[in-house]
């Protein structure tokens, strides 16, 4: 079955530790995001990466980091820099090869805690 | 700024129709998605919206009208199962960026 994984799906950490969530996708999609999601609000893009070894800033990136050395991976580091980290990670990706490709498919999600 | 504006909770009967609306503010714009998201779960795709009109795609359907900035998902039929919140999301360039509103929680009673 192909789709996205995220793991684990609940993680604890302490104040002061960096933290790494994996994704990885099946779908050989080109484009692969990620999102913020705080209770009662939408989401928010992290980082985006539209190829391998190639990723941009999204609109909150600061405290965090990616990498792209693979198609079909995608982590995203919240270091301890991060001053507010406890919430909901979610990762897409889509297929931007596609003319009028618009459709983005979500992992699980992974529910950080940082106390 | 960029941003688009959606009630925060809607409440319905079920087998009625509802609408949930959306207003939207973007610098540039190619598009607007709706999506599904349950309590806990991941979002997932419903509709996309290039052009005016409206997208008919079984029980639900999607309007967009890019001279008002707006548009909205209608929902019919309505099954307890379609509790959620709903998301609507334009792309805001061609680098398929998207920016969210902040859902709307739709409550159906029996």
């Known amino acids: 079955d192909g789709g996205i994984t995220q793991s684990p799906k609940y993680l604890f950490r302490k104040e002061g530790q960096n933290v790494t969530l994996s994704c990885e996708q099946n779908l050989n999609h080109d484009a692969m995001y990620w999102y913020r999601q705080d209770p009662g609000q939408g989401l928010r893009l992290i980082y985006y990466?539209?190829?391998?070894?190639?990723?941009q800033k999204g609109d909150i990136a600061e405290g965090y980091s990616v990498s792209r050395e693979k198609k079909e991976s995608f982590p995203l580091t919240v270091t301890s820099a991060q001053k507010n980290p406890t919430a909901f990670y979610l990762c897409?990706?889509?297929?931007?090869?596609?003319?009028?490709?618009?459709?983005?498919?979500f992992g699980p999600g992974t529910r950080l805690t940082v106390t | 700024g960029q941003s688009l504006e959606q009630p925060s909770e809607v409440t319905a009967v079920e087998g009625a129709i509802v609408q949930i609306n959306c207003t939207y503010q973007t610098s540039g714009f190619y598009g607007l998605s709706w999506y599904q998201q349950h309590d806990g779960g991941a979002p997932t795709f419903l509709s996309y919206n290039a052009l005016d009109g409206l997208e008919e795609t079984g029980r639900f359907s999607s309007f967009l009208s890019r001279s008002d900035s707006y548009g909205y998902l209608l929902l019919q039929e309505l099954q307890m199962k379609d509790s959620a919140s709903y998301f609507c999301?334009?792309?805001?360039?061609?680098?398929?960026?998207?920016?969210w509103g902040a859902g709307t929680k739709l409550i159906i009673k029996p």
């Open positions: 897409a990706s889509s297929s931007k090869a596609l003319a009028g490709s618009y459709e983005q498919y």
């Open positions: 990466s539209q190829i391998v070894n190639d990723f």
């Open positions: 999301a334009a792309f805001r360039d061609s680098n398929y960026q998207l920016i």
